[in-house]
């Protein structure tokens, strides 16, 4: 792969209008400031990350760790870009090197735009409606490709969707976002049919045509005969870099505001990313701020930049192999530092061993598989058979933009997946209660 060509402000959908003259703001600039103000993006506050929406003790919700991951993400590339400037200074194209900060912020700002309500276990809550529950009875109405891209439903493929297809009343291309950003948000870049045991996959079926294009277009080779494989877009390992440095080290924080790390262990895991030289320097920080929660804010802060600084090495060094598609792992496995990697590798274990199986997170998780599993057999119920009284009651509830009638069984389940998977977990509460008589207008 090579930068040039990686690097395109050709729009999808607008391709006919492509300007390549200097602007105020560029079509990348243009890309951040789309999705800040975009519905889906808003939608992000009310959705769940790993704990519960907060009460009196605020946590992350989606939004605030795309607005954070966005905010690494940026810094990582702009150091990338700096290094990468020096090295190609006497190449025609260096200048477009500036621009990897705006499109890796854009794209950790999209990252996580097609999870659906109460965290993971709601990706795994649609997943399993088909593969475990009511939804098998679907296969034989399915190709292969179909049937394997609702069994493994990913968020990130559905990111993707989210951007890419046009919803009813709206225009060719989505959100006519730059080739550039949507090929930076794909991080498993391949077809449903290879998502194996972990069940990741990079689009669905019915966008592996407009993922072709965008991969032609950036120079982005395919790995298969059949064009459902291809090498990653650059970016992606900034981008995920970004999310697993955020999510990893705001988990810790998030689980000592509520408790269920204990303040000692908190600061023992953050302190393991301090070099021994600067070490005594943080505890003389430390011992001037007598806030638990400032301790832990400025030792998260001090962890999240020395992660940043050893992934951007990282890629730095192993650009060759990234453009050649040769990198094995992230650009965490690949940091040189030996007590970064340790130290992430710690607060990894302690968030599987206490933070995800901690009671309020299940609680969210069956909950929020309870809500999704009804709310998917309903709606379904109604796109396939709108004959039915019921069946054209409910489908009222569906915003327009969602095609339930769409020629093929296909395209209707996804009409519901579209809808579902854009709840915030709010709504998909209140619709739940409303459907099963809990909840009722006020009379």
């Given at each position: 792969?090579?930068?040039?060509?990686?690097?395109?402000?050709?729009?999808?959908?607008?391709?006919?209008?492509?300007?390549?003259?200097?602007?105020?703001?560029?079509?990348?600039?243009?890309?951040?400031?789309?999705?800040?103000?975009?519905?889906?993006?808003?939608?992000?506050?009310?959705?769940?990350?790993?704990?519960?929406?907060?009460?009196?003790?605020?946590?992350?919700?989606?939004?605030?760790?795309?607005?954070?991951?966005?905010?690494?993400?940026?810094?990582?590339?702009?150091?990338?870009?700096?290094?990468?400037?020096?090295?190609?200074?006497?190449?025609?194209?260096?200048?477009?090197?500036?621009?990897?900060?705006?499109?890796?912020?854009?794209?950790?700002?999209?990252?996580?735009?097609?999870?659906?309500?109460?965290?993971?276990?709601?990706?795994?809550?649609?997943?399993?409606?088909?593969?475990?529950?009511?939804?098998?009875?679907?296969?034989?109405?399915?190709?292969?490709?179909?049937?394997?891209?609702?069994?493994?439903?990913?968020?990130?493929?559905?990111?993707?969707?989210?951007?890419?297809?046009?919803?009813?009343?709206?225009?060719?291309?989505?959100?006519?976002?730059?080739?550039?950003?949507?090929?930076?948000?794909?991080?498993?870049?391949?077809?449903?049919?290879?998502?194996?045991?972990?069940?990741?996959?990079?689009?669905?079926?019915?966008?592996?045509?407009?993922?072709?294009?965008?991969?032609?277009?950036?120079?982005?080779?395919?790995?298969?005969?059949?064009?459902?494989?291809?090498?990653?877009?650059?970016?992606?390992?900034?981008?995920?870099?970004?999310?697993?440095?955020?999510?990893?080290?705001?988990?810790?924080?998030?689980?000592?505001?509520?408790?269920?790390?204990?303040?000692?262990?908190?600061?023992?895991?953050?302190?393991?990313?301090?070099?021994?030289?600067?070490?005594?320097?943080?505890?003389?920080?430390?011992?001037?701020?007598?806030?638990?929660?400032?301790?832990?804010?400025?030792?998260?802060?001090?962890?999240i930049g020395a992660l940043t600084e050893q992934c951007a090495a990282a890629f730095l060094d192993h650009e060759d192999d990234i453009l050649s598609g040769r990198l094995k792992g992230s650009l965490i496995d690949n940091m040189r530092s030996m007590q970064a990697r340790e130290a992430y590798a710690s607060c990894s274990h302690t968030a599987f061993d206490k933070i995800y199986s901690a009671t309020e997170v299940v609680d969210i998780e069956l909950a929020g598989h309870r809500i999704i599993t009804y709310l998917l057999g309903r709606l379904l119920e109604a796109v396939l058979h709108p004959e039915e009284y019921a069946s054209r009651l409910l489908l009222h509830k569906i915003p327009e933009q969602y095609e339930t009638d769409a020629p093929d069984r296909y395209g209707r389940i996804l009409s519901v997946l579209d809808h579902v998977s854009a709840m915030t977990d709010v709504y998909a509460l209140d619709l739940f209660r409303k459907l099963?008589?809990?909840?009722?207008?006020?009379?």
């Open positions: 792969m090579q930068w040039p060509l990686l690097i395109s402000s050709k729009r999808l959908g607008l391709e006919r209008y492509h300007d390549p003259r200097s602007h105020t703001r560029s079509d990348f600039q243009r890309d951040f400031d789309r999705m800040i103000f975009s519905s889906p993006f808003r939608r992000l506050q009310n959705k769940t990350q790993v704990f519960p929406l907060p009460g009196s003790i605020f946590v992350h919700n989606r939004l605030t760790h795309s607005l954070e991951v966005s905010s690494v993400g940026r810094s990582m590339a702009n150091v990338v870009a700096d290094g990468l400037r020096v090295k190609y200074a006497s190449r025609s194209w260096v200048g477009i090197l500036q621009h990897l900060g705006d499109i890796v912020a854009t794209a950790c700002l999209c990252h996580d735009l097609g999870n659906p309500p109460f965290g993971h276990s709601g990706e795994k809550a649609i997943g399993t409606f088909f593969s475990e529950q009511r939804g098998r009875d679907m296969r034989g109405d399915l190709t292969e490709e179909q049937w394997a891209d609702i069994i493994n439903f990913e968020g990130n493929a559905n990111s993707l969707r989210v951007l890419v297809h046009q919803f009813a009343g709206r225009r060719p291309g989505g959100f006519a976002m730059t080739y550039s950003a949507l090929a930076s948000i794909v991080k498993y870049p391949y077809a449903s049919i290879h998502a194996g045991a972990k069940g990741k996959f990079g689009f669905f079926s019915a966008e592996l045509p407009i993922y072709r294009k965008i991969a032609a277009e950036l120079g982005i080779p395919a790995l298969d005969e059949g064009q459902t494989i291809f090498m990653r877009h650059p970016l992606v390992y900034i981008v995920e870099a970004a999310d697993d440095i955020c999510y990893q080290i705001m988990d810790i924080e998030d689980a000592h505001k509520l408790k269920i790390l204990p303040h000692d262990h908190t600061v023992e895991l953050l302190m393991a990313y301090v070099p021994e030289e600067r070490k005594n320097h943080t505890w003389e920080t430390l011992g001037r701020v007598s806030d638990p929660n400032e301790k832990v804010a400025y030792l998260r802060s001090t962890a099963n008589g809990h909840s009722l207008p006020a009379v």
